[in-house]
């Protein structure tokens, strides 16, 4: 049964959504990967409970195949990963969006193996995964209040984390506008600001920089501009606001070139909603 169909169908059936996972089992990871993301995406709609029992599968999945991947004859791609990432950063979504928190520390165990092992291969997608699983970690820990688990997982991915802004990648600089917001959370303020001081100059720098290589793409912007304003956001609210408002005339312009109809950009509509999103109190947090 095609992944596809399921995206093209008025109402998910429970049994063929079981079908297709069974059926996915025996086919190449990609579309495992897939067929999972698929399943967690209308399995709500079939059966709530299901969709717990997905969950809690999910780490289970994602953690064996961490511990498959490490094997020097494994062959994954930067590609493969992606998908574990999107299907991480799914399953912590969905899991932020039920009434209770059991389900969460077993994700986050995933999460911290999955980077650890992304990690270990070398490959650059690491950092951009840092980011992403990271932020939606975080949203998580701030909707428990648990700062214990924020620690942890802090800790936990010590090692992991860009030592410095100075000459990073985007996606390192992006990484690191996600610690501050996690120490900002853990009230570490000083290093919070630290840390977010240091990102606010390398986006100044992206738009006055006479270097080329220097300066970043729309798309690179817009990631680094969003990261930014999560981790400002995790802050006091007034700290935040201050930050934000500042953010905007620094950023280098931002053309109308990816758009969903004539003169709106997405990439505007990016920034609206990561700024929207960002603040816990409209997330619920």
Not at 18 to 47: H, I, K, P, S
Request: glycine share 8%; net charge negative; aromatic share 8%.
């Amino acid at each position: 049964m095609e992944i596809s169909r399921f995206h093209t169908t008025p109402e998910a059936d429970g049994e063929q959504l079981r079908n297709l996972l069974e059926v996915a089992e025996a086919g190449e990871r990609g579309y495992q990967l897939r067929a999972w993301r698929t399943a967690l995406a209308l399995a709500g709609t079939v059966d709530p409970q299901w969709l717990s029992s997905l969950l809690l599968k999910v780490s289970g999945a994602v953690t064996a195949h961490c511990a498959e991947a490490v094997a020097p004859t494994n062959q994954d791609t930067p590609g493969t990963f992606r998908q574990i990432t999107d299907l991480l950063v799914q399953a912590v979504g969905q899991v932020a969006a039920m009434p209770d928190g059991e389900l969460f520390p077993p994700l986050v165990d995933a999460v911290v193996q999955t980077l650890t092992m992304i990690a270990g291969k070398g490959h650059l997608s690491q950092v951009n995964a840092l980011a992403e699983l990271g932020w939606a970690c975080l949203c998580w820990f701030q909707r428990l209040g648990d700062r214990e688990a924020a620690e942890k997982f802090l800790y936990d991915t010590r090692h992991l984390w860009p030592e410095t802004v100075e000459g990073a990648t985007h996606h390192e600089v992006c990484a690191t506008a996600i610690r501050a917001g996690l120490l900002a959370f853990l009230r570490h303020e000083h290093a919070a600001s630290a840390e977010l001081d240091a990102v606010f100059g390398r986006i100044r720098a992206s738009k006055t920089s006479a270097v080329r290589r220097e300066r970043w793409e729309a798309k690179e912007v817009v990631q680094v501009a969003t990261a930014y304003i999560r981790g400002a956001a995790c802050g006091p609210v007034a700290g935040g606001v201050e930050r934000v408002a500042n953010l905007f005339p620094a950023l280098p312009r931002i053309p109308n070139t990816w758009t969903t109809a004539q003169y709106f950009s997405r990439f505007h509509f990016v920034l609206v909603e990561a700024l929207v999103l960002a603040f816990p109190a409209v997330r619920g947090a």
